[in-house]
Each structure stands twice: as structure tokens, then as C-alpha cells.
């Protein structure tokens, strides 16, 4: 954002209320019952220099308090560093412009409201009520409350300041070479002629070639160009390491030239059915071949044995081997057989992982068994692919208790989640009376043997504290932060959750 707030501001035609205080930008419906204590809580946030943060907790505690009935229709925003925070209820929407793109909320995508925080940089907020209609471009909003359908703040038009105005001459500092007129010496203006033959004292004047492409021939005579006496190439000559006229000698004595006809294929060559049977001699290369037993079969049979004269009839081939089509490796059992003594790990994704000699799978990277702590020695385990036990249990400040054996989606409306309804996270609810909770606020992604926490834009964040470490720290947002046993994770501003990663 910039000093401006929001840059340029502009009201929606509509029925509703419409401020911008301290740039913080605030719609509702005029006929709302919580129109009079959100106004409040815009004035409220601006005069105390609050942010749009500041403004989405406040204006989330008033609908929080005004619950009885429908969500009520309204939608606030203001800026968090280079961002936007943005919270829509009821019939109210929201959209933000950034280089990447836009960002739509709507307040019907939530049973209570919706809200988020966007990165900037941002270009263009509009918040707008039901059948509000289209900006006056000559119209801007400086300030105030007065009667419109929304808001729309535009960023890439800045109110205008006038220029300054250009320093006199004499105001300017004296950083180059200045020269009066009267002092310049007139350059002469007659040529120089030179002798059109070099002087005693002087080498030949050269004049070099020119560089870069040069234009085609043209006809007649050119300075530089060959003589046509003179070939401009010479003519090939027969290589000197053959006589001409003469073929290539083969690469053996014994065979014939490549010119001549070879014998057919399979004759005299080291394989091919005219070869004599496996075990027998072959006739030595010149002399006739032993003449051929008919119908004979030169490799074996998975049906039946092998026949004689083939040097294969003493082996015996096992007889629960089948066809080849039915083995991965010879002597193994079929593949069917191998798929049913797989055991059934239901939806567990299968990791590395080593055991512990009370058969318990673990991590290889951790030095105790979680289970039952007794030491591994890595260098006597062999890892190998298993089912992903449970890694442990996330502890609501609640005493609700999560295990972690897939993802979860935690907010205060997560069962409408994209992510829920696809079936990649489980919901898991969570509120607060303040109202700093999201509706879609973080996630638990489960990624091998680690627990990472995904925070999803969320306008009151969501902040870790390592074990033993008394700070929290803040993680950004949508990039997954990984985080070890024993951390406490503050949701919002008052939620928190344990990570336990005991499994006994």
C-alpha cells in the first residue's frame, strides 16, 4: 500500500453505506442493525492507527455479536504492509487485483463470513453490496460516510501533485565545461590536401578492409577480385594411398570381395537353423555341413521336455513352472499368488522406515524408538517400505485431541473447504469468541515422516513456538513450515494446539 491508503477512491452507486476513514475502506447494508457499531469499529481502528488487521478483528467480534439472525451483509478492508486484509459477510463480495491476478471473496461462501489476507503488491480493491452499479471515473471519494453501493480503491492512479516547477539557470550547480562564445576559436574550413604519393618519411598509407557483411558481386571488374587466369579453386585429385582403378582389398584374405555374391543367410555363419544341433561339432569352415535332422526343435519347452541329441535332455525343468509370461523371476510364484499374500494396508501411505528390535517402525532418522525408546544403531538397520503409523497427536487448547494420520484442514467453517470436499483433509472446527479465526485458516499436511503446518492467507495468522523457546514466531503465508514434537501452535489470537508425538 502506499501513503494514500488506497490510492484513489471512488464510490459504487447503491443503496447502502459507504466510508473510507484512515484508509480503511468499510460497505453494509443501511438497513443492517450492526450498520451503527461497525461504523464504530471503522473510526475506532483508524483514529487508534490500526491496520486492515486491526479492522477485520474488530468487525469480526460485532457480526460475532449479532448472530441471532441472517449474516449480516457488509465488507471491510484495509492495508497490511504491501497487502490487503479483507472480510465479506452476507450478500457483500470482494475482489483484489495484484500482478498475479484476482482474488474474489463472497460472504455466501461462509455460514458466518469470510475473510483473508492477500500479498501485495496490490492494485485494486473493490468491496460492493448487492446491485451496486458502475464508478463515475470524474467522481473520488476523499473521505467520510455517505450513501453508495461500495468502494473501489484503485492503486495505479495516485491523486495528482503538481510538478515542481524547473530552478532557474543561475540556481543550477556547475558540473560541466562551460565556455564563452566570444573565446571559441573559428575552425578553419580549408580542406587538407594530401600528395597523392607517400612521403620519404612515412609508410604507404594502407586503407584496411572494411568489416561486416560486404554487398554482392557486381559486374565488371573489382579491386581484390581473382583473375580469370586464374582458377579460384584446384581441381580434386584421387587419394594417394590407393591405385586408381583399382577395388578396396576386404577386410580378410579368406572371403570374398563385397562385389562378389555372399552365401545365404545363415550359411556359414555362427547361428541360424542350418546350424548342427547344440553339442555337436561343427565342420570346420570350408567343408560341407552334416546334413540336417528334420523337424527338430533347436531351444526348449516349458510343456514338455527337451528332446535328445540337444545336450539339454539330462536338465530337468521344475514342474510347477509355467509359462514365462506368468513369472517375474524363475522359481518365484505367479503374481496373483504374490498380490495375495500382500497385507491389506487400508489408505496408510507406505515410507522407509526401520525397525526397532521389538519389531516397532520408525523413522530412520530418530535415535529412539517412539514407541518404546529403546536406542536404534542405524548402522544395523536395513529401511525398508512400510505402512506410516499415526505421528503422533495435535492437543486442542480444548482438549480436543487430532491424531495425525492424514491431513487436516482446521477454521472455523471447514466442512465447505475445497480441500475437505475433495477429500484430501479431514475438518477439523475450530472457533473462537473473538472471531480470529478463518474460515479456511491453516492446514496440517503430513508429508513422510514430517508434520508441516500450511498457513492459508489467513487475516490473524498463525504463529509457532518451538519447544523450549518462549517466543512465537510467525510463519508465512501458504509455504509449509515444518515443526517438531512439542511445539505449540497459537491459531488467530487466542486458539492454541499441541503437537505430541507420542505413539505408546
Known amino acids: ?35 451503527e457499531a461497525l461504523l464504530n469499529a471503522l473510526r475506532e481502528t483508524a483514529s ?9 478483528r474488530r468487525a469480526a467480534q460485532v457480526l460475532a455479536a449479532n448472530m441471532a439472525g441472517d449474516p449480516a451483509t457488509c465488507a471491510v478492508a484495509g492495508p497490511v504492509g504491501a497487502g490487503v486484509a479483507v472480510l465479506v459477510s452476507g450478500s457483500a463480495a470482494a475482489t483484489i ?13 461462509s455460514l458466518t463470513w469470510a475473510d483473508r489476507l492477500v500479498n501485495g503488491p496490490v492494485e485494486r480493491v473493490e468491496l460492493s453490496l448487492p446491485g451496486a452499479g458502475t464508478p ?51 575552425q578553419s574550413q580549408q580542406p587538407v590536401e594530401r600528395p597523392p604519393y607517400p612521403l620519404a618519411d612515412q609508410p ?30 584446384l581441381p580434386q585429385q584421387e587419394p594417394s594411398y590407393l591405385p586408381p582403378h583399382e577395388p578396396q582389398p576386404s577386410y580378410h584374405q579368406d572371403q570374398p570381395p563385397y562385389h562378389q555374391e555372399q552365401p545365404p543367410f545363415g550359411q556359414d555363419l555362427q547361428y541360424g537353423h542350418d546350424q548342427p544341433p547344440y553339442g555337436q561339432e561343427q565342420a570346420p569352415y570350408g567343408q560341407e555341413q552334416p546334413p540336417q ?7 526348449p519347452s516349458y510343456d514338455e521336455p527337451p528332446p535328445s541329441g540337444n545336450g539339454l535332455a539330462d536338465q530337468q ?59 536404534l544403531v ?32 482446521l477454521g472455523r467453517d471447514p466442512e465447505r473447504a475445497p480441500e475437505v470436499a475433495g477429500g484430501t483433509a479431514r475438518p477439523a472446527k475450530v472457533t473462537s469468541p473473538d472471531g480470529s479465526v478463518s474460515r479456511r485458516h491453516l492446514r496440517v499436511a503430513l508429508d513422510g515422516w514430517d508434520v508441516n503446518l500450511v498457513d492459508l492467507g489467513s487475516v490473524n495468522g498463525t504463529q509457532i513456538q518451538p519447544p523450549g523457546d518462549p517466543n512465537f514466531y510467525d510463519i508465512p503465508p501458504n509455504e509449509p513450515v515444518t515443526i517438531a514434537p512439542g511445539t505449540t501452535v497459537r491459531v488467530g489470537v487466542s486458539r492454541t494446539l499441541r503437537f505430541e508425538a507420542h505413539r505408546g
Open 136 to 186: 463515475h471515473p470524474a467522481v473520488r471519494f476523499e473521505g467520510g460516510v455517505v450513501h453508495g453501493g461500495g468502494l473501489v480503491g484503485d492503486l495505479t492512479d495516485q491523486p495528482y501533485t503538481p510538478a515542481p516547477s524547473r530552478p532557474l539557470t543561475s540556481e543550477m550547480p556547475a558540473t560541466a565545461f562551460h565556455m564563452e562564445a566570444d573565446l571559441i576559436q573559428p
Open 48 to 56: 487508534s492507527g490500526g491496520d486492515g488487521r486491526a479492522l477485520a
Open 204 to 233: 604507404p598509407i594502407v586503407q584496411a578492409a572494411p568489416s561486416g557483411p560486404q554487398p554482392g558481386p557486381q559486374s565488371g571488374p573489382q579491386s581484390g577480385a581473382p583473375s580469370l587466369d586464374q582458377p579460384p579453386y
Open 378 to 409: 542405524q548402522r544395523t538397520l536395513v529401511p525398508y517400505k512400510g505402512p506410516r503409523p499415526s505421528l503422533g497427536v495435535l492437543v486442542l487448547d480444548d482438549g480436543t485431541a487430532l491424531p495425525l494420520e492424514s491431513d487436516y484442514l
Open 1 to 35: 500500500m502506499t501513503d494514500h491508503g488506497f490510492g484513489v477512491v471512488r464510490p459504487l452507486p447503491g443503496d447502502g453505506l459507504v466510508a473510507y476513514v484512515g484508509g480503511l475502506l468499510l460497505v453494509c447494508d443501511a438497513n443492517e442493525s450492526a450498520a
Open 293 to 299: 535332422q528334420p523337424e527338430q526343435q533347436q531351444f
Open 317 to 375: 525343468i521344475p514342474q510347477h513352472m509355467g509359462p514365462p509370461e506368468h513369472y517375474d523371476h524363475p522359481g518365484q510364484p505367479p503374481q496373483d499368488q504374490q498380490q495375495q499374500q500382500q497385507p491389506d494396508h487400508g489408505d496408510r501411505p507406505l515410507v522407509y522406515g526401520v525397525d526397532c528390535k521389538n519389531d516397532h517402525f520408525n523413522d530412520p532418522r530418530v535415535p529412539y524408538c517412539a514407541v518404546c525408546g529403546i536406542a
Open 97 to 109: 487485483g495484484t500482478p498475479g491476478g484476482e482474488t474474489r471473496l463472497a460472504g455466501s461462501d
